[in-house]
């Protein structure tokens, strides 16, 4: 009887009152992504293991739980580890949505605008803040190649964090062909692009000399790396001008420029909308604009996505185009909890009985439930630690069965 | 490029038409479930492969899906393929719902009015309308050993199907203890009890004929089963009067007698309460009063339950006393789906444009808002199709940017 009954390692128990702020933002995020037009779908949460190996998931790919073959004798004489298995578990929502999507076009809009609200998994080493299963909101559009889809992405996004009650965000924005063209005009192998995208996605931690050396100590030219600083300076203060001296491709930052302008207009002063050439994200799947949003005093991104016109492409040889924004739910979830910053809307009563016919008692909760959250109790023995129980349990009135005189608790 | 992009085997993708009716019968249902202070709680779909292989889930047990060990070199040299596994997928939520209430219960009201509505896994043989992942809709009652949970979860069960929109409907009730008292009466041995039940289980299905062959066939002795289809027969007719002529333990039978009258009281001639000898149910786990719910013109149940009173006690060692119930999401969603019950409240309205000016199309699009669930979306060279496609996809209003009349669909 000295078994433990903690949830699986990394993973978590939500208690009611977690549950009330999870299933509130959840509200949220779903009303306003529906109010603009998109259509929420599901898909399992188990899928074809190939699938999932076959993605461009980059480190998430080692993070994959593997589902053991059933129904048949396992052939156990094997050198390969992977014969045994034929599913796996999700680690996110866009390489199902990008198979749903194949799978279901003639039943779709030719234009499809996607929800997903569900949880994935990645088997992480447990540290601070990461889970092995936590939720994902998504949204999609797919199918339509102009930037109409990064206005109307990131303008769903600010409504949806205004909705939640956040007053100060912004939204950060760039596009990988930028930083690729400017590291090609260089002169840097276009092998070790991705390497270099992940020192200079450090730049607003480690700084600009800090991206220096550590370019310079994984043995880059270090011409090449002074001019790549240089011109990421010069992008820095001057912004969409300093893509303009360097003469990059007039088409993407005429693009990035209209996504900014737009979006602004669009914000209306309620939040900010910002070109940031050092917003890179991890996934291998983005082909063009990616985007971060902050939240005004936290540290780190809430959300991100961006364009990735080649996914649905590498699975089954038809270009469709896609862009997709991603809320961190369990980011939000902190945020929104540490801060109180979605209250419930009903108080919670108690309705205490000792009465023996059950029935009445019932009426009186169905009476009372027009205005409260209301549980019905037996009256414990100790009726003064059962109220300061309730009370910790978010109660904040009992009425006693059948007095009928409200009570404040506390 | 011939790749399959259909969902794993046995599981499904759903359609934005269809997760509108999913999420509002999840909302219905979550919402009559919190207005009875029932309390919302979530556990990983991940479990400890021990705990779920523990429990008294029957057949079920065949049915997990197990996770391979990650993290090391998986030694492949052994006889046990259980040895490469830690963890499965949960195959319903009563498991780690007992789990949660060990872990948390210092955290939670000591009577515990719990909610679930989550997904579960079982690597079912496909056949019509069993998924291998599917919905479960929970409530719970943790630590009251009295009738007053019963009633209390009979009518919040109730009170949600009223809430979905059903009219008809029948809610039939048995004590496990009565017919294992008329067993053990009769002289069945204690052993044969449950295969004894699996054929009284069908009675609804063969008759009462049906089920004297069937046990006749397993080699029950004739007498022994003559004697119990008499009195099956005469409970049948005669109903809790036929219980009470047999003898059988008065409190049960007035524990179920009050279960009855008390719920059909509180149904106020808007559903029916009754009790039923052959409702078994299949889990292991049941103690005492198990009840299904049959809504008029439907075969079988549609959501069911009863009360556990030994599961906590055997994984922990303390007596926690439990009743439980749940509807079957699955059956309820094609049942309502099938005869439009839940009709959508916003018309869809697709707002067409062919402008370059997009932000002035989703302030346009905000301003529907209010009234329409609206989406963007631009103008096709084949604009009767694009009609016809919008209708196709529950749009009943369109209107032109920037013409601003709105035109109907069909």
């Known amino acids: 009887m000295s078994k433990s009954f903690l949830p699986v390692r990394g993973t978590k128990d939500f208690l009611p009152s977690e549950m009330e702020v999870r299933e509130k933002i959840r509200e949220v995020i779903l009303k306003t992504y529906q109010k603009y037009g998109f259509n929420q779908i599901k898909t399992p949460i188990i899928e074809d293991i190939d699938l999932l190996l076959g993605s461009d998931g980059g480190d998430n790919l080692k993070l994959i739980y593997k589902i053991l073959k059933r129904g048949e004798k396992l052939n156990l004489e094997t050198d390969n580890i992977d014969d045994l298995v034929d599913l796996g578990l999700r680690y996110d929502l866009t390489v199902p949505l990008a198979r749903f999507y194949i799978n279901n076009k003639e039943k779709l809009l030719p234009i499809f605008k996607s929800i997903q609200i569900d949880d994935v998994f990645r088997a992480e080493r447990p540290q601070r803040g990461r889970s092995r299963q936590f ?94 600083i240089g011109d990421l300076t010069n992008i820095k203060t001057k912004g969409i001008n300093g893509l303009k001296e360097l003469k990059l491709n007039d088409n993407v930052i005429s ?26 994200r991890g996934q291998g799947y983005y082909t ?22 080649d996914m649905i492409e590498k699975l089954n040889g038809f270009n469709v185009p896609a862009v997709g924004f991603s809320f961190g739910f369990e980011r939000l979830f902190i945020i929104i909890s540490e801060n109180n910053l979605l209250m419930e809307k009903k108080e919670k009563l108690a309705l205490i009985y000792e009465a023996d016919d059950f029935s009445e008692v019932v009426k009186l909760m169905e009476e009372y439930s027009a205005q409260f959250n209301v549980t019905t109790i037996k009256r414990r023995k100790n009726f003064g630690y059962q109220l300061t129980n309730l009370k910790e349990n978010g109660y904040t009135k009992y009425v006693l069965f059948k007095e009928k005189i409200i009570e404040n608790l506390g």
Not at 290 to 296: G, I, T
Request: include cysteine; proline fraction near 0%; hydrophobic fraction near 35%.
């Open 255 to 280: 693009e990035v420029e209209t996504i900014v302008n737009n979006s602004n207009d669009l914000a209306n002063g309620k939040y900010q909308v910002e070109f940031d050439i050092n917003i890179i």
């Open 288 to 309: 063009a604009s990616v985007f971060e949003v902050y939240l005004s005093g936290f540290d780190g991104a809430s959300g991100g996505g961006g364009r990735y016109n």
């Open 135 to 228: 939720t994902q909101c998504d949204i999609d559009i797919i199918n339509d190649e102009s930037i109409n889809s990064e206005i109307e992405i990131i303008y769903v996004a600010g409504q949806t964090l205004l909705n939640l009650g956040f007053k100060d965000f912004t939204f950060k924005i760039s596009d990988r062909r930028l930083l690729n063209e400017i590291l090609a005009n260089i002169g840097f192998d276009r092998d070790s692009f991705a390497d270099i995208c992940i020192s200079v996605d450090k730049l607003d931690k480690i700084g600009l000399e800090g991206v220096k050396t550590e370019l310079i100590k994984k043995e880059y030219d270090n011409d090449k790396v002074t001019k790549l």
